[in-house]
C-alpha cells in the first residue's frame, strides 16, 4: 500500500508511482459506486490520482499562500501515513498504508526522488515552468516513457534499499581482491579508455570514467587524466541506474547456491585457473600463475551457459548530469552520456562520456546561479545593489550575458529579448524603483537561459545526437569480456561472500556483524549479509532474517541520532548489544576531538549521500577549524552478542576500526 506524487501548485499531478495494493484499493473505491454510475463515472487511474489528492493538494497550496508553511507529516483515519514536502513550487507527497515504512523511510524516498530528477533532467529543474513540461508532457507517450523511467528507478532504489547493505548506508562497496582490481583498471586504461579516445568513431566524445559492477559491487574505477573527480553521491546514483537497466536475476544468483555453499564449508575461495589463450598471451593481466593452488570453481553446464548470455545491450547511451569541473570551471550538473553493457549477467561495465558543447553547460550553470542570487534578493524586497563588492558583480554579468548571447545558436532572439527588457529594468534609473517589473524581468531571463539548456542537451537526447559507433562499443565489450573471461564465475560468487565474519571471529569473539563506513572517499566494509535458505554464513532459516533485521533497525537508529547531533550510541537490545560510533580523523589516522554537531529539523534532508550528501556538509562544517589539514570521517555500526560485557565490546570496536582503517585507505577511484 504504497504510493508517491509530485503535484503542481495549481494540484495537477505531473508524475505518480503505485503499487499494486495501492491501486487495486483506489480501482476499488471506484467500482464500489452504484451499478448505474460505474459506466460514466468511473475514470481512468490518473484521474482517480487526482481525485484522491486534489482536498490535500488545495489544503497544501492554501496554507503556503496564507502561512508560508504546509504539512510534513500525518496520519488519516484509516491509518495511512502521508509525508510531504515542498520542492519550490512541487509539492511531493508519499503514502504508505502497511505500515512497513515509517516517515524516515517516505522522507527518504521523496528526496532520492529529487536526486534522481536532478540527476536526469538537470539545471531545467532551476525553471518550475519547464520542469513541469519535462515530467508532464503533453504527449501521451512521451508522458509515460518519462514515468515508466522514473517509477523503475525507484523499484529499484527501494529494493535495494530493503535487501542490499551498500545502499543501506548510502556508500559504496568494493570487491575485494586488490590484485585482481588493479589489473583491470591497467586493461580498462588500454582497452577502454585509450582505444576509444583515440578512435574516429568516438564523434568527438571523451571517455572520462569507466568502472566493472560485479550486480552493485565496484571490481574497478578509472577516470581519464584530465577528467573531474566523480562524486561518491553520484557514483551510487549510477549503480542505481545500471542495475535498474541489468537487475540482478534471481534464477542467474541460484545457480551460484552450490558454489557458496561449498566455500562455507572452507571459508575460503578458490581462484580461477588461467584458460590456455590466455598462459599463451603471457598472462597480459599480469597473474601470479604461482598462486594459483587451488582447483577451480566447476560450474554446471548450463551454469556456463546462461552466463554465456547477455540481456539484449541498448546501443543508445543514456544523458546524465553529473557534478563535475571543466578548466577549473565549475558545474554541478554537467551533462554526460552514460553507456552501461551487461558483459554477463550480474556483471556491468560502464562509460562516461563528456559531451560536445560541455563549456556551453559550465557558462549556463554559472550565469544561472547569478540571476538565481538576484531572484532571491528581489524576492526579499532588497535592492540591486551595483556595488563591485556585490555578488554578483552587475557589471560583469552584463559582460558575460552579451558576450554568451553573441556565441549561442538557439534561442538566441528570445533570450536577446528577455535580457534587453531586464537591462532596461536593471541599469536604469527611471525604472530602478519598480521591484515587481523587475523580479518578473529577471524570471523571464532566467527562464529563457533553462530553454537554451534543454535544447542544447536534453531536447536532442543522446539517442538522436552523435556517439560512440556500435561497432566501437561491440568492440569495447568484447575486449573486456575477454580479459574477465577466467574471472567471471569467481566475480560472480565473490560478489555473494566479499568479506566474511569467518576471518573475524578468532580476533573479535561475539561480534555478530559490524559496517565500516569512510564517509570521506564514500566507501564502505561490511561482511556479507545474505538470507538466502540456501547458503549463508548465518545458517539456513529465520536467524539470517533475524540479524539483517537487526542491522537494519540498528543503522536506521543510528542516522536518527546522528540527526540530532549524536555521535554515539551504545544499547542493549534483547540479547544483543548494539554500537554506532562517528569520528574524525587526520589524514595520517589521528583521532581529531569531537564537536557538537548541528541538530537537524524533522523535515530535514534525511542522513545520507542520496538525499543531500549529508556527511560531505558535514566534513566542510567540521573543517572550518581545521583547515590546515585533510579531515576525514568514519562510521563504525556493530552488533555483538550480549552476554559480552559492555567494556570489552567497546575496546573490541576501538581494534575494529583499527584493524579496518588500512583497507580503506586504498583509493577507491
Known amino acids: 500500500m504504497k504510493c508517491l506524487l509530485i503535484a503542481s501548485e495549481s494540484a495537477q499531478v505531473l508524475f505518480y508511482w503505485a503499487d499494486q495494493d495501492f491501486e487495486a484499493r483506489l480501482r476499488q473505491q471506484f467500482e464500489d459506486l452504484p451499478e448505474q454510475y460505474r459506466e460514466t463515472h468511473v475514470p481512468a487511474f490518473e484521474d482517480s490520482i487526482n481525485t484522491l489528492f486534489a482536498p490535500l493538494l488545495i489544503s497544501c497550496i492554501t496554507l503556503n499562500e496564507k502561512i508560508s508553511d504546509t504539512y510534513t507529516s500525518f496520519i488519516s483515519e484509516n491509518n495511512y501515513l502521508f509525508t510531504v514536502h515542498q520542492f519550490g513550487e512541487c509539492t511531493y507527497i508519499a503514502v504508505n498504508g502497511d505500515g512497513s515504512e515509517n516517515e524516515d523511510d517516505l522522507r527518504r524516498k521523496i528526496f532520492v526522488l529529487k536526486k534522481i530528477i536532478d540527476l536526469r533532467f538537470g539545471l531545467v529543474t532551476l525553471d518550475a515552468g519547464i520542469l513541469k513540461k519535462t515530467l508532464r508532457p503533453q504527449d501521451t507517450e512521451k508522458r509515460c516513457k518519462v514515468w515508466k523511467m522514473l517509477q523503475g528507478l525507484l523499484l529499484t532504489y527501494s529494493h535495494l534499499r530493503e535487501e542490499d547493505q551498500s545502499f543501506l548506508v548510502e556508500a559504496v562497496e568494493r570487491l575485494i581482491h586488490p590484485q585482481l582490481c588493479q589489473q583491470c583498471i591497467e586493461f580498462l586504461d588500454r582497452y577502454v579508455v585509450q582505444q576509444i579516445n583515440g578512435s574516429l568513431e568516438r564523434a568527438n566524445e571523451e571517455v572520462v570514467h569507466t568502472f566493472i559492477l560485479v550486480h552493485t559491487k565496484l571490481l574497478s574505477f578509472l577516470s581519464s587524466r584530465n577528467a573531474s573527480s566523480l562524486r561518491p553521491s553520484d557514483l551510487l546514483s549510477l549503480i542505481l541506474i545500471a542495475q535498474d537497466m541489468y537487475p540482478s536475476d534471481d534464477n542467474q544468483e541460484a545457480l551460484t547456491d552450490k558454489d557458496l555453499e561449498k566455500s562455507l564449508e572452507t571459508g575460503e575461495f578458490n581462484t580461477p585457473k588461467l584458460s590456455a589463450a590466455a ?233 555478530i556483524h559490524f559496517i565500516y563506513v569512510d564517509r570521506t572517499v564514500g566507501h564502505m566494509i561490511a561482511p556479507s549479509l545474505s538470507t538466502s535458505k540456501k547458503s549463508t554464513e548465518l545458517g539456513k532459516g529465520p536467524l539470517a532474517v533475524f540479524i539483517k533485521n537487526k542491522v537494519w533497525s540498528l543503522v536506521g537508529m543510528g542516522q536518527r541520532y546522528l540527526q540530532k547531533g549524536y555521535t554515539t550510541l551504545t544499547f542493549r537490545d534483547g540479547d544483543y548489544y548494539c554500537c554506532y560510533f562517528l569520528w574524525f580523523e587526520n589524514e595520517v589516522g589521528y583521532k581529531l576531538p569531537a564537536i ?73 577511484f
Open 596 to 668: 557538537e554537531l548541528p541538530v537537524l529539523s524533522d523535515d530535514s534532508a534525511p542522513i545520507g549521500m542520496l538525499t543531500g550528501d549529508y556527511y560531505r556538509k558535514l566534513l566542510r562544517y567540521y573543517g572550518k577549524n581545521h583547515s590546515l589539514e585533510m579531515i576525514k570521517c568514519f562510521e563504525l555500526f556493530t552488533i555483538h552478542f550480549g552476554v559480552i560485557p559492555a567494556d570489552f565490546i567497546i575496546q573490541q570496536c576501538c581494534d575494529l576500526a583499527r584493524r579496518l582503517w588500512e583497507p580503506s585507505r586504498i583509493p577507491l
Open 279 to 511: 598462459q599463451e598471451e603471457g598472462s597480459s593481466l599480469g597473474y601470479n600463475l604461482h598462486q594459483v593452488t587451488q582447483p577451480a570453481i566447476q560450474f554446471a553446464e548450463d551454469t556456463v551457459q546462461s552466463l554465456e548470455s547477455c540481456p539484449a545491450r541498448d546501443t543508445v547511451p543514456l544523458r546524465v548530469f553529473l557534478d563535475a569541473s571543466v578548466k577549473d570551471n565549475y558545474c554541478p550538473m554537467m551533462p554526460h552520456n552514460m553507456y552501461c553493457m551487461s558483459l554477463w549477467p550480474g556483471i556491468s561495465l560502464v562509460l562516461l562520456t563528456k559531451v560536445p558543447n560541455s563549456q556551453v553547460a559550465v557558462s549556463l550553470y554559472h550565469l544561472l546561479d547569478a540571476f538565481t542570487v538576484i531572484e532571491a534578493r528581489l524576492s526579499e524586497g532588497q535592492e540591486l545593489g551595483h556595488s563591485s563588492h556585490t555578488h554578483p558583480n552587475m557589471s560583469d554579468l552584463k559582460q558575460k550575458m552579451d558576450k554568451f548571447i553573441k556565441a549561442i545558436g538557439v534561442q538566441k532572439q528570445q533570450l536577446q529579448s528577455a535580457w534587453v527588457d531586464f537591462k532596461s529594468k536593471a541599469f536604469s534609473k527611471v525604472n530602478a524603483g519598480n521591484p515587481p517589473d523587475l523580479l518578473q524581468a529577471c524570471r523571464n531571463v532566467k527562464s529563457r537561459l533553462c530553454l537554451v539548456y534543454q535544447h542544447y542537451f536534453l531536447l536532442k537526447p543522446a539517442g538522436h545526437s552523435q556517439h560512440l559507433t556500435i561497432d566501437l562499443q561491440t568492440k569495447t565489450q568484447k575486449n573486456v569480456q575477454e580479459k574477465l573471461m577466467d574471472w567471471k564465475d569467481f566475480l560472480l560468487v565473490k560478489s555473494k561472500r566479499n568479506t566474511t565474519m569467518i576471518s573475524y571471529l578468532q580476533d573479535f569473539p561475539g561480534l
